[in-house]
């Protein structure tokens, strides 16, 4: 069924208080709810029926008002309770069954390691108890647990615990007739949320638990308890995730004024999860992947991906939770903007903790770099695939498929661009007036630009088509130099491409940040510009982006617009998009000289980066199309050597310079991809710079392999960063000193960073001192699940060595390791999701079997977890871009999905949609 944003109507029926009991129970849970419920007289007729949603509940009891209804009196459906006619003001009291450990979709109440753990966004609620199951319905909770003390001893909610204690025995024999009443000792808690929420953010915890604790007092005088509950024996490693939720705490204090509401915050691990993390109203559940942050098991990017998993959960609190969404097409207004929050966080962490103000910046550079690899290798080919939509859709099959990188990261980029166009104070007014008007509501994204705009003076209506519109904007940018006038000229063309169902696009609303660098000097150039229109040239005012005075944001509204540039005393070279200033693709006909000049000199970090990775494109490119990497690459290696001898640089962002573009990346810059041949170009590109730097690289490796102890701050993990990349060039050389120099290092590491590195660097070795390390690694590691999904990752992900069998074999041999299991989404994500998702050459093997190992998976997984065989399925939507004959064999594929009966919602509507188009 397709629900469209066009058909939003208020909710007939609103809920004040719920009252919940539940008693646990593996496969017999009850869950008695009882609702306090009105009539909506601001959208229902007097007379509307009354209609909850419900999901695979079994109905025990259900009174109006203490009042048993007849038989006649309600409807149920797969879906729905129907009550046709109800007060306008009632009780509603139901008692319901449900099988937490029959719940493999891990969606609503479901088991994991004995315990009980709850998931309700988008649509999980539905699957407890019988609610209005939107977001829109915001009612105070109030939940009772009970459950044997000795399987459950930690029973959590949202909220103040309000009392606990014991009882004697199994209470469910009431209404059981004591059909699997236990003698267990029982015991039960009561938790009160004072905050209305909707219902997507109810959780509830039952398990064998510890917690590390920490007591804080907020800006305003307020002590609350901060808990990071865990299974025993993982106590140690939540030191980090801690430590990351107090800093989160004080930089939501500083940056946007915007405490803790609560008396008590509290995170839990748990080893079965769809997600990341969810943040459930002071009661976050979160992957364990996102909590444990120890140096044995954990690398240099686990500990800076828990500290922004805790930043954003923690941000929700107030973007999200205090003001929510209206209905699931906002989405992005909680997570594009908790996505921009939590990138700030981390990015003032990363500059907070930096050496000196030129640090800060490069530190800051860092994790932007780090987050638009993502945007550029997952959320641009997303845009231009089948399953293209804007960051607000206009309609969907399923919810669960549209938390999407559209909507975090292209949303976040969005809430970016309001950041530059209005500054950094404006947008703190924006935000500030935001919560005033909003604080306890559920609203959509259109109010929040206009919080934004109405603060600032401005009225933003073309920006809002950032919202509406699909597909990655083309800037396409002529320049020109009139040395006698001392005039740059510079047109800024912007294209947007056609997306499913929009075909016409209309102009945006562009924050385009540029900067003139000296050919010959590579000093950045004063600005003073004026605006074209017909042949009239006027002044512009002058507006300094916050990257300094000399980049100017000029802001594009029209499909063209040509700017001039007075007062330029040498030729320049235009620096465009600087800190990609909005997510577009700007094309514009550097040549290597200009590429050279830029990664040299440019005084914008992000472009010297991006000067480097249009080089390495365009010389994967050349290669690709038949080009010797010995006679196309002399100029990129002279760049790269340099930069890696540049010493003023710090080594974390060299480490990102000499990162290589991913395929993914790469594939989007052709119109027909070869997954093979795009591999071994890269691949040749890629040893040709090991073997013209190889003793350069043997030099960085060893300069900045330091024998002091391990710390995970950032500037140890740049110097780790850049050590590592340097061996992985090396030891592409297949030289048997750096073979030698990894084995050692993977011996003796005594961090998880270390030591994974050099697993990775020997993988593009083939023989045997490779398998022994890869066999050493599931010895030493074979009690710790986190660690062996990396182990699976990593050969899932490997290049296929010429002694080699196939990658899928191996990955088929890995599906029957003890330690593999497909209802662990962790484990699927590691090994099955790696292959079809993270090994483009491999899964595309010309024979098709990488299509079969597919379809077979997606069907395996769906049987048991929907959402987690969705996400598998998105391998082939982009099945158009490959070859022909690997065309007709995905298709082949998708339609054998397609045509599966039993086939989820969330499936369907992704092969579906890729076979349209
Ligand atoms: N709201 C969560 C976040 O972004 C996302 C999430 C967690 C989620 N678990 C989910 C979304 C399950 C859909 C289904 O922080
Ligand atoms: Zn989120």
Sequence with gaps: MTVHRSDYTPPSWLVDDVRLVFDLDPRHTQVEA???????????PPHAPLVLDGEQLELLELRIDGRALDAGAYRIDERSLTVDRVPERFELHTISRIDPQANTALSGLYRSNGGYFTQCEAEGFRRITWFPDRPDVMARYTVTLRAPREACPVLLSNGNLVDAGSLAHDPRARTDGGADRDDREWHWATWHDPFPKPSYLFALVAARLVATERRLRTRSGRDVLLQVWVEPGNEARTGHAMDSLERAIRWDEQRFGLELDLDRFMIVAVGDFNMGAMENKGLNIFNAKYVFADPHIATDHDFAAVESVVGHEYFHNWTGNRVTCRDWFQLTLKEGLTVFRDQEFSADMLAARSEDAASAASARAVKRIEDVRVLRSAQFPEDAGPMAHPIRPDAYEEINNFYTVTVYEKGAEVIRMLHTLVGRDGFRRGLDLYFQRH????????????AIADANGLALEQFRRWYSQAGTPRVRARGHYDATARRYTLELEQHCPSAPGQPDKVPLHIPFAVGLVGFDDGRDRRLRIGERVGDQTRALAFRAGETGEHTAVLELTRARHVFVFDDVDAMPIASLARGFSAPVVVEHDYDDTALARLAAHDSDPFNRWEAVQRFLVASIVAVLSGAEPAQRCAPLVRTIGALLEDSALDPAFREQLFTLPSEGFVAEQLTVVDPGALRAARNGVRRYLAESLAAQWADAWSSHARREPYSPDPVSAGRRALKNVALAYWVDTQSDDAIDAAVAQFDAADNMTDR??????????????????IARFAERYGGEPLVLDKWFALQATMHRQPADGPVLQRVRELMRHPAYSARNPNRVRA???????????????????????????????????????????????????????????????LERVSAHRPLSNDVREIVEKSLAA
């Design 831 to 893: 090994l099955v999701g790696s292959f079809c998702n993270g090994n483009l050459a491999e899964f595309h093997a010309a024979d098709g079997s990488g299509y079969a190992f597919w379809s077979e998976q997606v069907l395996a997984v769906d049987a048991l977890n929907p959402q987690i065989a969705s996400r598998l399925a998105r391998a082939l939507d982009r099945w158009r871009k490959f070859t022909p004959d690997r065309q007709a064999k995905m298709r082949e594929a």
């Design 756 to 773: 994974i590195a050099a697993l990775q660097a020997l993988l593009h070795t083939g023989g045997e001192r490779r398998d022994a390390a």
């Design 34 to 44: 009882t609702l306090s419920v009105r009539r909506n007289p601001a959208a229902a």
């Design 439 to 450: 604080d306890g509501q559920a609203v959509t994204c259109d109010e929040f630009v206009s």
